[in-house]
């Protein structure tokens, strides 16, 4: 069974679970620090309405145009299948795979930061969907 722990699940929610070298990734925005809570503008975003996370990344310029500070990423963690809301993720450390890498998921955030905006994740740690429930 999948790591419960697991943060890259490259063959879905039945599949194996890849180690990752988090410490790889070379980030070009290292001092990122946020912006302060009285700028906020978020934007909230399902990525598999773009298509992926190399899309998400390509619509960043838009959204700094419309005066966004901040971008919010409906829940992320791994999910049966390859479209879903979100809400019924069955791993939740690991980025779903159907968007693309966790590298690109860092790609992402990593220009976000560039261009000023903050990045959040909806979390849904209180319940799990049913298929590739292992825990």
Request: aromatic residues 14%.
């Amino acid at each position: 069974v999948p790591d419960p722990a697991s943060q890259f699940q490259p063959d879905g929610v039945h599949g194996h679970s890849q180690v990752l070298d988090h410490g790889a990734y070379a980030w070009r925005v290292d001092e990122w620090r946020g912006r302060p809570w009285h700028e906020a503008v978020i934007y909230e975003l399902h990525v598999g309405l773009f298509g992926s996370y190399a899309e998400v990344e390509r619509f960043l310029p838009r959204l700094v145009e419309l005066g966004v500070t901040a971008v919010e990423l409906m829940p992320l963690g791994e999910f049966p299948g390859r479209r879903n809301w979100g809400y019924d993720g069955v791993l939740p450390f690991a980025p779903a795979s159907a968007y693309g890498t966790p590298e690109q998921l860092k790609h992402l955030i990593d220009s976000a930061h560039g261009m000023g905006l903050m990045v959040f994740v909806d979390v849904i740690y209180n319940h799990f969907g049913p298929d590739g429930n292992y825990l």
